[in-house]
């Protein structure tokens, strides 16, 4: 089940009749509903993928406690390493074990060895969603052993800190200090909070199912025929690229937190309107925000951060973002990614200029500046370069796209396709909209609440009657598979 | 809650409300197209005794003019540039279940040599040409049955029957290589500029992997159709600029049986080895075509 198909249209009113009007009385109850929703939504998928979610669960409600009741700290890390292992583990072998493999067969192939990596390489399924909820459990491990937070003790709290079904499998990646007390609390639901989170939930499909799936249609047909493309036609599959992967992740992580919405729970936000960033350290600032976050608090930071010297710093960027790219998935791609990202970050690191721009850009104005501007263009196009690597099937595809997009047509008219124009006109309206909505949590908070109510009710019927033509066969969300 | 509920209730009302608006956008696109033959087939209009079907293969290479010249038989090109054997069926089964229909005597089906039943880049079902017929529930039915559209949805909201071509309300207007005849066939006076003119000499032989299975299914069904329905189903191969595939052709009478004929055309002829008679390494242009025809005709003549 996935956010733009008919089935979560039909399940998510029900749950929601059911939290409001049959277990509104208790807050266990209704976090006993959202979890066994949430075990269903999941199991959807396959309900094989329950065990490993269930023992992740397990565990780390388990070993949570130990590490807090542990008498010694002898036995406090043991606990620890024992959970952080087993998780690291499960994901290890679940997601990178055959590249791994695959990867040392290469190796040794091309020293003249003859190794055959198919015969020890795993015939297994990729549990959607395991790099999220590990990532869940690891940051709640691992804020026990710094004595951050006190364990959890009802296992339905924690059952569902880790399987709520909005975040579960694409994030937002949440904090057991953020989520947990949440969980505790009563809630209730206004108008206005009901309304918003419906608006939200509206501009999350619009810019999945409109935007990034339209782009998408035409993504693939340049990326996995660009041998047969111009250099300005790659340049365009690159671009539509980088609007399906942004309003697809986006798009997700809107539906995800409006839906939360709905049921009195505030998520941590992900994004925040990364295409208008003035440099590449802004990016990273409003790209994927759970995530980067979390490997500053659990990675960079432990590793020393900015304290120590130049070399220190150089190494830890270099380490986060090597391994951020190696989170997305276990190919070269996303390795060289993560690297050129690091390479993009290196020079406002060293020049100490990786925290100017932490207001949103031409905050109470209509337009940037021309530096603003300059600055805008530049990182999008930073961005939109990295994305090839992401893209591409493997390194040799990216090098052969990059190699062909920079050549003498690059500057020939692209021969479009007029269907082609539609998304187009579609992401020049949502870059209006998100442009307009910049200073807000998500784009359409505060576009359209303050019109006359003909002319708001018009304008959502128009986002939805989009959604509605242009919803055909459902596309999944590209991060399930990470 | 109740302010909540009163108000998305009736947001949902007036959405209702407009969608029914869009019967309009929905009702008069089929007026936009040029190409009408499968509105035709949907109204019944059909009167061929023989039917030419298949991709751009069979839209090119067979002039139905010219086979209902020859046999003195009702002849329709039904063959669409772009669609695989998967449309065909679609094509075949909406031709007979539709009344008004005339049933054909014989079916030709020209086949792509070799995708015909493979994974086929080129190839897919056109449900882009099923969209401006949105109108027709049959339609609609097909599109919700190969899950392009939603079931509960399509049957509630107008819009969810449209797609994005439905919008553009300029009339479709043909390209070159698109003109079309009055007996259905679309063959092309020119060249096309990449075609490098060299004769494919390398023998291919025909292998069984990467076969689809809905695709092999869909042929089965086409041939079970015709024999359900007594009618003649001849299975055509025309000319690449290249050999035909060793072995292709019996896998396709392999698949027939008994219940049709696999027609190859005469390799041996000069006309198929010269590149003026060739739009492309895949197609033949006008001039092959009407050599190409008059072959298939004479085939046809003496067949029984």
Partial sequence: MIFN????????????????????????????????????????????????????????????????????PKWKKFWFWLSIVLNVGFLAIFKYYNFFVQSFADLFNSMGMNLDASSITLN?????????????????????????????KSIVDFGLFVAYFPLLVAGPIERATHLLPQ????????????????????????????????????????????????????????????????????????????????FGIELLRNFAFP?????????????????????????????????????????????????????????????????????????????????????????????????????????????????????????NHALTYIGKMFSEDLFKKPAIPSLAYVPIVFVLFFLVVEWFGREKKYALEDFAPSWWFPFRWLFYSFLIAAIVVLSGVEQQFIYFQF | MKKFLIRLLAFVFCFFIIDKAFILVRDSSPQREVDRRLEFILQGKIRADIVVMGSSRGARSLIAQQIEDS?????????????????????????????????????????????????????????????PLVKYKSVRDEMVKRKEKKPVVTELLVLHQLNKSNFKFTPRKFTKNDSIMPCGSMPISH?????????????????????????????????????????????????NFRKVTAGFANRLQLLVGKSGTVWIYDEAKPEYSNPDYFFDNAHLQKTGSVVYTAEFASFLKNKD
């Fill in chain 2, 71 to 131: 046999t003195n038989q009702p002849s329709y090109n039904l063959a669409f540039p772009g669609s695989d054997v998967t449309f065909h069926e679609y094509v075949l089964r909406t031709l007979l279940e539709t009344k008004g229909n005339k049933k054909p005597s014989t079916i030709v089906l020209v086949v792509d040599d070799s995708d015909e039943l493979k994974t086929s880049k080129s190839l897919k079902f056109r449900f882009d040409r099923m969209y």
């Fill in chain 1, 183 to 262: 969980l505790k609390k009563e809630r209730s639901l206004s108008f206005n909070n009901a309304v918003d989170g419906m608006r939200q939930i509206l501009w999350g499909l619009f810019k999945k199912v409109v935007v990034a799936d339209g782009c998408a249609e035409y993504a693939n047909l340049i990326f996995d025929g660009s041998a047969d493309y111009s250099g300005s036609m790659l340049f365009v599959g690159a671009l539509f690229f980088t609007f399906q992967i942004y309003c697809d992740f986006s798009g997700y992580s809107d539906i995800a937190l409006g839906t939360s919405r709905l």
């Fill in chain 1, 124 to 152: 297994i399924i990729l549990p959607v969603g395991i790099s999220f909820y590990t990532f869940h459990v690891l940051s709640y491990v691992i804020d026990i052993y710094l004595d951050r937070i006190k364990s959890e």
């Fill in chain 1, 275 to 395: 295409y208008f960033s003035r440099d590449i350290a802004e990016f990273w600032r409003r790209w994927h925000i759970s995530l980067t976050t979390w490997f500053r608090d659990y990675i960079y930071i432990p590793l020393g951060g900015s304290r120590g010297g130049t070399w220190m710093k150089v190494r830890n960027t270099f380490i986060i973002f090597l391994v951020s790219g190696f989170w997305h998935g276990a190919n070269w791609t996303f390795i060289i990614w993560g690297a050129l990202n690091a390479i993009y970050f290196l020079p406002l690191l060293l020049t100490n200029s990786n925290r100017n721009n932490l207001e949103t850009v031409a905050q109470g104005k209509i337009f940037p500046t021309i530096r603003e501007l300059v600055g805008m263009i530049v990182t999008f196009l930073m961005a939109v370069f990295g994305w090839i690597f992401f893209r591409a099937t493997d390194l």
């Fill in chain 2, 191 to 239: 060249q096309k500029k990449t075609f490098d003119k060299k004769y494919g000499t390398t023998q291919y032989v025909y292998k069984r992997e990467g076969e689809l299975i809905q695709k092999v299914n869909a042929f089965k069904e086409m041939v079970a159709m015709c024999e359900r329905n007594d009618i003649d189903f001849i299975v055509a191969i025309p000319p």
């Fill in chain 1, 5 to 72: 198909s008919l089935e979560y249209a039909l399940f998510l009113p029900l749950i929601f009749a059911l939290y409001w009007f049959v277990v509104n009385k208790r807050v266990t109850w209704q976090n006993i509903l959202l979890l066994f929703a949430s075990l269903f939504f999941y199991g959807s998928w396959d309900w094989r993928f329950l065990f490993l979610l269930s023992f992740s669960t397990f565990l780390g409600y388990f070993t949570g406690i130990r590490i807090e009741k542990a008498g010694t």
